[in-house]
């Protein structure tokens, strides 16, 4: 509906220090066992060893800057052997009454990054109430997931990740 490209250097230089450092963790504790030719220290240009099982996070470190998203009330993020996801959820920094949400994507295998910042107009800040979880869908739900959402001020609806659009209910 109304989505926005936002892919400025600094933007991405800042995700790309937060994704390195989000996925320091993401391999196999002996490195004879890792998938050969992953390099776990960068994680660039390799698939990752483990998966992020998608999840909500009440309580996340946006990979926004404040400027952007503010406030950040919840996010949802899955990360795959190729890709990472992360969908931040709030306002509008400086305009309250604008839900927002910033879609983060990283893929491991390009090395590329993208945000997309989604505006839900008149709704408030937005939080996502129910979205695909676990292992299982880490991979599907980056591409095609559907998360539900309600705003502050009784907007309900549904944001796609197949396009990056939403569907409004309410309000």
Known sequence: MMARRATRAWTVAVLAAFTT???AGCGS???AESEAGTDRAAGIGKRMTAVVPAQIDPRPHAFVSLDVLRPVTNAWRAGSHERFTEVDA???AGDR?????AIFRHDFLAFTQDVTIVKVPGSGPVR???APTGA???ESAQRDGKLEFAGARGVRGTLDLS???ISRQGG
Do not use: L, N
């Not at 009454?97 to 949400?101: K, L, Q």
């Open 90 to 92: 709030g306002a509008v």
């Open 136 to 138: 299982r869908v880490s």
């Open 128 to 130: 996502i109430t129910e």
């Open 97 to 101: 009454a604008r839900g927002a949400f």
């Open 163 to 165: 396009d990056d659009t």
């Open 21 to 23: 450092a989000a996925f």
């Open 29 to 31: 504790e002996d490195p």
